[in-house]
Each structure stands twice: as structure tokens, then as C-alpha cells.
């Protein structure tokens, strides 16, 4: 069965205190690794797409890599404004069926 | 402006009483998703369709019906048989080929009266 496993289940930071947030995956045949942010009362806002190990993707404060276990989002410097639930899924077939991970909620204070 | 449009934003249902969320887009996806989320746990598969006409079950089809009529629109009824219905639904839609993010409506909080 395929899981995703997502950890810390909430990280508090200070405003500028960089850290990262994990997502562990078992899916045979990973075709793809999503980032998602969700606000509250909100559906999830699309942030990355990786496809293999070795991968790397940048926007503003985040970047989200992946390994054939895992994969990290990087999050430099962050701002009270990049509080939010940031979920990650993973897809192995092109029918656009992912399992998601329960998600990090993520707080910055000012 | 493209997107997905989910309504009633908040929904009540009785008891015995089904109630039908509406799920519209015009992105021109293929495919289609219905997801159920409860405080603090991710998104658990409800109902999804690849094609117009055609749809399967997710991980959590007991107590649901779907149907796909149009492209545009993926409606999802919850039956009385679902017996704690109370959580955030949320739809999605992606171009269905390849591999594809999904783009996800602002959801429908359903409490139960």
C-alpha cells in the first residue's frame, strides 16, 4: 500500500530561523512528487512537481529536493506570511492519482 | 480567470437527509477528484473520474455517489448512509495526462444540524 508520511506535524519558528519539513514516501514506481501549500478555510495551492532523485526546485524562500525516500522543503529565512499547512503527494501512474501526506502546519512568528 | 468553483461555501444536512456539493471548472481538465479532509489529517480519496461518463471509487466511497455528466461538472451527493459526515470536501481537477498537479476549489464545509 502506498503511504506518505509527513514530519514534524507542526514547526514553530521565529521570523529569518531557516529549517526544513520532511516527506517520507513508499510508492513503487514513483512517477512524481508534489508540494502543496494550504491555508486555513482554503484549498491547496499548487508549489512543486518533482520527478527524480537528484531533483531540486526553487521559488522565493522555498526549495523542495528529492531523494529515492524522501524529500525536504527548505525554508530560508521565512516570513509570518509563509505560515500555512504544507502538504506533499505522491503519484505512480499518469491518471493523476496521488496519496497525500497529513501535512506540516507551520507557524513563523514576527 | 480559470478555475475550480466549489458551493455552498458551508452546508447543513439533517438527519436522513442527503445533500448534493457542487464542483464546477473551467480549465478543460480531464479528470476529476473529490477529497475528504478532517482537522489536523490530510486529504483522503472520496470519488475521482479520468473521462466524462465513467468515474471510480477513492479510499473512502462508502455513503457517497458522484456523477459525470459534463466535463465541467463533478457533483458529489452524501447519502444518509454516510454516518459522520461532518468535514471539508474539497474537488480537484488535472489535465489527466501525464503526470499532473492538481488544482483544487476553496472546499465545502459540511456540518451536520
Known amino acids: 500500500e502506498d503511504q506518505v508520511t509527513q514530519s514534524p506535524e507542526a514547526l514553530r519558528l521565529q521570523e529569518g530561523e531557516s529549517s526544513s519539513l520532511n516527506c517520507s514516501y513508499t510508492v513503487s514506481g514513483l512517477r512524481g512528487l508534489f508540494w502543496y501549500r494550504q491555508d486555513p478555510g482554503k484549498g491547496p495551492e499548487f508549489l512543486f512537481t518533482?520527478?527524480?532523485a537528484g531533483e531540486e526546485k526553487e521559488k522565493e524562500r522555498l526549495k523542495a529536493t528529492l531523494t529515492k525516500k524522501e524529500s525536504f522543503l527548505h525554508i530560508t529565512a521565512p516570513k509570518p506570511e509563509d505560515s500555512a499547512t504544507y502538504l506533499c503527494?505522491?503519484?505512480?501512474?499518469?491518471?493523476?492519482?496521488?496519496?497525500f501526506g497529513d501535512g506540516t502546519t507551520l507557524t513563523v512568528k514576527p | 480567470d480559470g478555475g475550480i468553483t466549489q458551493s455552498p461555501k458551508y452546508l447543513f444536512r439533517k438527519e436522513g437527509q442527503n445533500v448534493t456539493l457542487s464542483c464546477e471548472q473551467n480549465l478543460n481538465h480531464d479528470a476529476m477528484y473529490w477529497y475528504r479532509q478532517d482537522p489536523g489529517q490530510g486529504l483522503r480519496l472520496i470519488y475521482y473520474?479520468?473521462?466524462?461518463?465513467?468515474?471510480q471509487k477513492g479510499d473512502i466511497a462508502e455513503g457517497y455517489s458522484v456523477s459525470r455528466e459534463k466535463k465541467e461538472s463533478f457533483p458529489l451527493t452524501v447519502t444518509s448512509a454516510q454516518k459522520n459526515p461532518t468535514a471539508f470536501y474539497l474537488c480537484a481537477s488535472s489535465s489527466g495526462t501525464g503526470v499532473q498537479p492538481q488544482h483544487f476549489g476553496d472546499g465545502t464545509r459540511l456540518s451536520i444540524l
Open positions: 473520474s479520468q473521462i466524462v461518463n465513467d468515474f
Open positions: 518533482l520527478y527524480s
Open positions: 503527494a505522491a503519484t505512480n501512474t499518469n491518471a493523476g492519482k496521488s496519496t
